[in-house]
């Protein structure tokens, strides 16, 4: 097969890696958007970049698909996903609304982009291919930063402009300022009184505990348990260990034992009168 068959031919392997991590990609661009938690939308992006690094590697632009891994799917994406999981944001923070309307313009501005995006693909004609041996003669690093920092520069730049205003405006729309004072620790204190809730030491002195476990309540002076003793998310499990009928066993051994004895005591003391 020449070379100039074999730039506009495409093997039966190629195919297949298209049609299968293609499938993969749209169902993961797909989930991104409509997937409820921001952790899953996170993940989802995640596996769609790094679908579109194999792609790049199979296409013969190596740096890309390094890149695409180590910067976007490594650094950027995974510092996503633990920001999103340490700020905690929940299906009911995204459905809350920062800006009216901000939904149908974003659903707007969507469906231009891809009136636009399915004309200029329509409107492409491609008379014939350079290839991989052409694109990447002087090395796929040095021809891919001609490109850039020639032919493309300007539309580079535009797009680095726009990363930082998407990166401000973002940084603008998740920024919340206090409206109110915060409580200090006296009226918060204040409060749990006033709202009957236990303040700490708890238990009060005089309850006994024979185990050191957080699901063993402990007794108090007769014996029955203390509910004040353990957390109440064990209690609503059911997860507590109830030992109080073992310490009423022992109670009432130890008081047998106490009477035996002094019993014997006593027989002693009326043995030594005699």
């Known amino acids: 097969m ?7 031919s495409t093997s039966t392997g190629e195919a297949f890696q298209f049609w299968i991590l293609g499938t993969v990609a749209v169902i993961g ?16 992006l995640a596996g769609t970049m790094v679908v579109l ?17 180590v910067v976007y799917t490594g650094a950027i994406m995974m510092l996503f996903l633990f920001v999103v999981m340490l700020v905690g944001v929940t299906a009911a923070d995204s459905l809350k609304e920062t800006i009216k ?45 001609a490109l850039i920092f020639t032919k493309y520069v300007f539309a580079f730049e535009i797009t680095g402009a726009l990363l930082i205003t998407a990166t401000v405006g973002a940084m603008v729309l998740t ?27 708890l238990p009060a002195p005089g309850v006994y505990a024979r185990h050191n476990a957080v699901d063993i309540a402990g007794l108090l002076p007769d ?16 997860q ?18 106490s009477a035996d004895r002094l019993e014997r005591s006593d027989e002693r003391a009326e043995e030594a009168s005699k």
């Open 175 to 201: 920024h919340r300022e206090r409206t109110e004072r915060a409580k200090t620790q006296r009226e918060l204190a204040e409060q749990r009184v006033r709202e009957g809730k236990h303040l700490p030491p």
């Open 240 to 257: 507590i260990r109830d030992v109080s009928g073992e310490a009423l066993s022992d109670l009432k051994a130890l008081e047998q034992r």
């Open 2 to 8: 020449s070379a100039q068959l074999a730039a506009y």
């Open 101 to 145: 309307g901000q939904r149908w313009l974003a659903a707007l501005c969507g469906l231009g982009f891809g009136v636009l995006l399915i004309a200029g693909i329509g409107n492409a004609s491609l008379h014939q291919f350079n290839g991989l041996a052409k694109a990447n003669a002087g090395g796929n690093v040095e021809g891919l930063a």
């Open 223 to 238: 014996g029955t348990p203390s509910e004040l003793t353990v957390m109440q998310t064990l209690r609503e499990r059911g």
């Open 29 to 44: 661009a797909l989930c991104t958007i409509l997937m409820k938690k921001a952790v899953h939308s996170a993940l989802c």
């Open 53 to 69: 690094a194999v792609f790049y590697l199979a296409n013969g632009a190596y740096f890309l698909g390094i890149v695409q891994i």
